[in-house]
Structure formats: C-alpha cells, structure tokens
C-alpha cells in the first residue's frame, strides 16, 4: 500500500463518517426512524442494500474456498438459496409489508398468543440478535482479518479495531437510513473493485487471459456449471441436495424461507407493497446473476499461481497457519495489483465488510430494543431512550463480534455451521403464513431440535468415537429429525386461539387455502366477512417464482458460457433468457395489479 492507496482508503472512511451524521438527525427521532427510515424508502435504495450486504468481505473469500475445493459447479451450495429468495419476492414480500410490525420477531405476537409466542418472541431476540448475528458477523470479521493481514500487513486485532470502530460509529449513529446510503456507495465500489481485481488476475502471465485460463482447466471438471452427473459423490452434495432439501429446509441469512432476518427489515421499510416486492427483485437479480463471475475467475486463477496451501503458506509466511486455507487465496490474488488500484480494490473489500457489519449491527440492535428491552424491560421506554439503548446495544454486538472472529479458521467451516444450526427450520417460515395449524411450539420444537442436532454434530460425535459424517449427510439428519420433531409438536398441541387466527387472517389476507377452518368458524361467528376473504393467486405467484429462477439461472449460464468461449452454448442460454425475461415482466405486472 502506497501512500495514494492509503489516501483512497482515508478517503471512503471519511465519507462514511459524514453519511452517518447526515443521517443522525432524523434517525435519532424515534425507533421507526432509527430501524426502518419511516417507513419511507424506495425500492432501488433497498435492493441495492441488500445486495450489498450480502456481498460481505468474507462472500468472494467463501467463493474462493468452494471453486477451489469443488469447482465452479460447487457454488451450487449457496445458488441454490435463488429458490427460496424468489418464492419471497413473489409471495412473502407484500405480506411482510402488509403485516406493519418493527421487526420480524414482533409477527410472532401477531401469529401466535399467550406466553409461549411472548417467550418465543424474546428468546430469539437474544439467539437471533446476539447469539447467531454474532456468529454471522465474526465470519465477516474472520474475512477481514484475512485481507488485513495479506493487503496491509495488520494483526487481527488492529483489523478488526480500525475496520470494526468506524463502521460502528456512522452505524449507531445514522441508523438504518444511515445504512442504505452508505450500502448504496459501497455497491457500487464493491462491484468495481472485483471487476478489477478479475482483469488484473486474468492478465498475470501464468494465467494467459481468458483463453489460457480456460485452456488450464481443459479436459477437467473445474468449470463445468453442473456438477458431473455420472458421479454420484459430486453431484448428490454440490446439486442435489442444495436444490432438493436445502433452500427450504434451512434458515440462513439473507436466504430466509418465507422471507425474515435484515431481508424482511428492508421490506418493512419499504414505501408500499410493490417497492417491497421491487426490492427483494432487484437484490435476487443482482446477486446470483451479475455478480458472481469477477469472484469466480479470481478463485481459478488463484489455482494457477496458488495451487496449494503450503504455496499460500510460503508467499505469507508472518500469517498464522491457522489462518491459511483456501478462502485467503481471494486476498492474495489482491497482492498483484498496482498502486492506485490496490487502495481502490482494498477500499472496496473494506466496503464490502462494512456494508454487512453494519446492516447486522443495525438489524441486531432492533431486536434487542423492540423485542426485549420494550417488550420486557422497559414497555413505557420513550422515543429517545430505545434510540439509545439501540446504540448502546449496538457497541455490545461489535465487541462480541470482533471477539470471536479471533476464534474461526474458514469462511467454508463458519458456514457450515450456519446452515447446520438453521437446518430443519425453513419449511416453518414457509408453512406458517399458510397453514392455520402452525403454532408457536412448532416454532420452539425446531428451533431447539435443530440446535441441538448441530451442537451434537460439532462436539459430540467424534467424541463418542463414531467415523465423521460428510455435512451434507449431517444436513440431510438435521432436516429430517427436525422436521419430524416439530410435525409431531404441532399435531400434539392445540392450535392457536380463534381470536389469534382470526386477527392475523384479517389482517394479512394470505390465500384462504390451509385456513378454512378458521374462515368457517369466522363466518360463522361474525369476526370475518366474505369481503375479506382471499382466495388467492398462488398458483400464479408459484409460476413467477419458476419463471424467475429460469431467468436468473439463464443469465448466470449465459455470462459463464461468454467467458468461457464456447458459442454454442451462448446462444440456446441467451435465447432462455430473453424469453423468460419477457414472460417475467409481464407475470411481475400481473401479480402488481392483485388487489387483496
């Protein structure tokens, strides 16, 4: 880093501070202005969001680490996730709008009754907002502590103290419109920088360009797009499973099933239910099918010119050998760019882990604040003191973060245990909006058997002496114990109450099959009309869903085929892809003009 790379660093820091306290005036109004911008934001803005937030400092680390592992095709773990954000762009979206809650864990109290879904709402404030969200947010610290010390030579703790402390401060004091700008200009330059961290990699005489580098992998797997079917051992972990079981069964952020998490947040805050549903279009759009290929090709020409670990241990040798697994190739390949372009590429990857930080920081605090301190603590808290406390909480989720991110080795490792911890939860989030019988002891059932699976898993059978278990075995376990276990909970207890069924049914019009019970007994009591009655457009929402994953699948492949050269693919990939283009914008009109 030179002293004009610093500067650009400087520089991108400096306006982030000032963005967080433009921002802090009106944030500090009151908690809907602090967590959700008033309820007032556009579409755009959103989905540019969450695009940037998922495209953490440890997202192109967790990309390298599976292309050299597995190949391109083994980013099937994480493509797969377009399933479900497309089923929440076409069917939750506008029922998360509708709904009117701060945050995602007030819909328990409006789904659920009594003391469990009051217990259910306060435990996962603290297992959400502080157990998992800390989890989360160390990964990202663990990607930053990897660039840290690759690109500027700083011990992990300075990383995550210098990085850490200033994202925490236009964060705590900007809120979530605080947030969304600055996302909106980390986008931008995150993207930029991994445009020219690509050129640059694919111009090193080892790798020879586009053509030398797919003529390296010629006669192998590495860039085939699917996983080789004839071997069962690939393409059963890396295809079949994602696609099958994972996308609904497991909860991860940003890939909720049915929608939750900072996703939900950014379509609370959304001015109506169309800019909801525009959002999460544009972010499921965005994130699997333009932005993956410039993280790719620097993970395969990291193959070339770093083809192992120990030639990744002798080019850093001050790094802990901890430290050094395939995910730290991403950061070395940034070693070979220039002056100018290092600081721009380096300021871009620091975006990218503030943008996440802070959105988790933000998304976190509203938890602590809207469903423990005033649910629990303080009912009669004003305006000023919950935005204070989700400052104050703000600060205590940093600390904890950065505290662990000292204790994680891989971005692959620490994401494996995410979807363990989720697996067997998703079909819940999906069910629950539909299914009158759902109550709030399936909630805690999956919850706590999901837990206790992935706990057992990590510490316990090895222990015991027993052969290890591949993950996606251990997955497929976790999913089905799981799913039985809370199935069984639910068909064991009573349902929620008529006066509980019937106000979540009223005020959130989902589509009347799965609730007829609930709708005879309404009529039959009065409590419904027949004007308030959905029958519902499933069947049409489910087809946009389908049409739109084709779509993002196609343009996906048809970018990879272009890179890769070969033309007679290009054009059938293309051809789908207009086509399903076509019939999305006409479909997407269609379920806009849906009045229920």
Not at 125 to 146: C, D, P, Q
Not at 250 to 273: H, I, S, T
Not at 464 to 478: F, K, N, S, T
Request: glycine content about 10%; overall charge positive.
């Amino acid at each position: 880093m030179t002293g004009l790379d610093w500067g650009i660093l400087l520089a991108f820091l400096a306006i982030t501070l000032v963005i967080g306290l433009w921002s802090s005036r009106k944030a500090g109004q009151n908690a809907e202005e602090f967590f959700l911008s008033g309820r007032q934001m556009p579409w755009w803005l959103l989905g540019i969001s969450i695009v940037a937030t998922t495209f953490s400092a440890d997202t192109p680390n967790l990309v390298t680490n599976i292309v050299r592992q597995h190949g391109v095709s083994g980013n099937w773990l994480w493509w797969a996730f377009l399933l479900t954000g497309m089923l929440t762009v076409f069917v939750y979206a506008r029922l998360w709008r509708r709904s009117g809650v701060l945050t995602d864990l007030e819909f328990y109290e409006l789904r659920y009754g009594g003391r469990p879904a009051a217990f259910l709402r306060g435990f996962r404030a603290i297992y959400l907002g502080v157990i998992f969200n800390v989890m989360i947010m160390a990964t990202v610290m663990l990607a930053g502590i990897k660039i840290g010390g690759v690109l500027l030579g700083w011990s992990p703790w300075q990383t995550v103290l210098i990085a850490g402390s200033v994202t925490l401060v236009y964060s705590a004091l900007g809120g979530l419109r605080g947030v969304l700008w600055t996302d909106f200009l980390m986008f931008f330059l995150a993207m930029g920088g991994a445009i020219i961290a690509a050129v640059i990699a694919l111009d090193q005489p080892a790798v020879g360009g586009l053509s030398g580098l797919v003529s390296h992998f010629s006669g192998t797997t590495t860039l085939d797009l699917i996983p080789d079917l004839s071997d069962p051992s690939v393409y059963i972990p890396l295809l079949l499973i994602p696609i099958a079981v994972q996308w609904w069964s497991v909860w991860y952020p940003g890939a909720e099933p049915g929608g939750g998490g900072y996703a939900a947040q950014r379509m609370l805050a959304a001015k109506n239910e169309q800019h909801a549903l525009g959002a999460v279009l544009l972010f499921n759009i965005a994130h699997y099918a333009l932005r993956p290929w410039p993280w790719i090709l620097v993970a395969l020409a990291s193959m070339i010119l770093y083809p192992d670990l120990a030639s990744l241990q002798s080019a850093f040798p001050h790094l802990d050998s901890k430290v050094v697994q395939d995910d730290l190739a991403y950061p070395a390949m940034l070693m070979l760019l220039p002056a100018g372009l290092l600081g721009l590429v380096a300021t871009s990857l620091i975006a990218a882990f503030m943008s996440t930080i802070s959105t988790h920081l933000n998304w976190g605090a509203s938890y602590l604040v809207n469903d423990f301190w005033v649910r629990y603590i303080r009912p009669e808290a004003g305006a000023k003191e919950q935005v204070n406390v989700g400052r104050w909480s703000t600060l205590i989720l940093m600390v904890l973060a950065m505290l662990l991110s000292l204790l994680l080795s891989s971005a692959l490792e620490a994401f494996s245990i995410l979807l363990q911890i989720g697996a067997g939860t998703g079909l819940i989030y999906i069910l629950r909006w539909f299914w009158w019988r759902i109550n709030a002891w399936t909630e805690i059932a999956g919850m706590v058997i999901s837990f206790v699976i992935a706990l057992y898993f990590a510490f316990v059978h090895h222990r015991l002496g027993l052969e290890p278990l591949p993950d996606h075995i251990e997955l497929v376990i976790g999913v089905l114990l799981t799913t039985v276990g809370w199935v069984l909970v639910t068909l064991l207890t009573a349902p929620e109450s008529q006066v509980v069924l019937t106000r979540f049914y009223r005020l959130i019009r989902p589509a009347s099959v799965g609730w007829r019970p609930v709708i005879r007994q309404g009529i039959m009591d009065a409590t419904l009309t027949t004007e308030q009655i959905n029958p519902g457009r499933l069947p049409l929402q489910i087809l946009a869903m389908v049409v739109g994953c084709m779509l993002v699948y196609a343009v996906l492949f048809t970018i990879g085929y272009l890179l890769y050269g070969r033309w007679g693919m290009v054009l059938p990939a293309a051809l789908v892809s207009l086509v399903t283009g076509l019939v999305m914008v006409r479909l997407v009109r269609r379920i806009q003009k849906i009045t229920f």
